[in-house]
């Protein structure tokens, strides 16, 4: 463990590990097919009325991310985990041309949220993972509802479905996609809660349950 903490906190070697990471993306970005299905109501707002939406996508699925930059060609800033673990994961976000947030709901999650507020009031997307960093998978926390109803932008449920991956061993099952994929990236019907925080997270598991039914993966 003392071993690992030590790589993690060498920036060289942090550095290079995300470079590596982004390597692998573009791999597979060059190699697979990926679509977009969208709903109406999404693609009004991304692409035609250029509003700010809140994307929300499980924790397995952040590989994914720099996806949402091509749909409607917007720029998207991602909210990543403070944690010295969470670091290799925003170089490689940072070089396929995401713009990251650090924060979560234990480590500046105040700093976070007020940064996610600004970027949202200057017209620009965000994506956020209700779920994470630390679960439990498939869990929605109120951070996202909060967002959204103090920002006034909907959320829009994200999930995907790849024909070739692997889950890894991680809290989540990690998705990792393999190359020469063919995968669809679903976009939900847009939500904006409203009444209670509680009713918010249900609205937006349904909506997230929805999305991946529609992107192809088995309602579990």
Known sequence: MAKKRTLLNNPILTLIAG???NVYGELFKRTSRIRFQA?????LLV???????????????????????????????????AHRDAQIVAVAAKL?????????????????????RRVLEQGQCVCI?????KGPAEQVKGGVIHLAQQS???????SVFCSRSRRLRSWDRSVLPLPFSR??????????PSGSLEDGQEQLLV???DAACGAGEPRG
């Open 96 to 116: 396929r041309g995401l713009e990251v947030v650090k924060g979560s709901s234990t480590r500046g999650g105040l700093k976070a949220y007020l940064d996610l």
């Open 19 to 21: 470079g590596l990471l």
């Open 129 to 133: 993972t209700p779920d994470g960093p």
């Open 183 to 192: 995968g669809v990236v679903y976009l939900g019907e847009p939500l904006r």
């Open 39 to 43: 709903h109406s109501g999404a693609e």
């Open 47 to 81: 692409k035609q009325s250029g509003v700010a939406v809140i994307y929300a996508l499980w924790h397995r699925h952040t590989f994914f991310v720099p996806f949402l930059r091509s749909f409607g060609r917007r720029r998207v800033s991602v909210l990543l985990s």
């Open 207 to 209: 909506a997230l349950r």
């Open 152 to 158: 006034g932008c909907p959320i829009v449920p994200v």
